[in-house]
């Protein structure tokens, strides 16, 4: 009984240590994309994209953004960037970022 009793509650702290571990994670994903894709345009975009720096066009700039992506499409601005361009360096400066942080990074400088 005693040893049954040890268990259960092992069992039950390592139940409870793995659901906070999940809650935590959600909670992680789930504010994710709003903060990081921000704070990953800080970082690396922002150094010529917040100004205009080199001619690239300025987070904001809708208009051209938009004009932009209906004329080359998103994938194709994904390579661009992924691949870099005249003054923009391979990647943006962004080492970690998927095919899809790209993708939200042009989105969100479009607005
Ligand atoms: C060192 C400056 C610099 C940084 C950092 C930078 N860019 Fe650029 N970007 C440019 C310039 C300049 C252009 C215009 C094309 C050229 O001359 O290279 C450009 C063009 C682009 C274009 C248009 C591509 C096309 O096919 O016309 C996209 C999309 C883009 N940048 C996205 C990004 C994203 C996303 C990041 C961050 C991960 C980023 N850039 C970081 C300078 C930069």
């Not at 904001?60 to 208009?63: H, I």
């Not at 938009?66 to 960037?81: W, Y």
């Not at 400066?93 to 790209?102: E, H, N, P, T, W």
């Given at each position: 009984m005693r040893l049954l009793n040890i268990s259960s509650?092992?069992?039950?702290?390592?139940?409870?240590?793995?659901?906070?571990?999940?809650?935590?994670?959600?909670?992680?994903?789930?504010s994710h994309a709003a903060t990081d894709i921000s704070k990953i345009y800080n970082d690396s975009c922002a150094a010529c994209h917040d100004s205009g720096a080199l001619n690239a066009i300025k987070k904001?700039?809708?208009?051209q953004?938009?004009?932009?992506?209906?004329?080359?499409?998103?994938?194709?601005?994904?390579?661009?960037?992924?691949?870099?361009?005249?003054?923009?360096?391979a990647g943006g400066?962004?080492?970690?970022?998927?095919?899809?942080?790209?993708r939200k990074l042009i989105e969100y400088m479009s607005k």
């Open positions: 509650i092992k069992i039950g702290q390592a139940l409870s240590s793995s659901m906070v571990a999940l809650v935590i994670s959600i909670a992680m994903t789930s904001g700039d809708s208009a953004w938009q004009r932009l992506i209906e004329r080359k499409g998103m994938p194709a601005l994904i390579d661009s960037v992924k691949g870099g361009m005249i003054q923009m360096p400066l962004c080492d970690s970022c998927s095919d899809d942080d790209y």
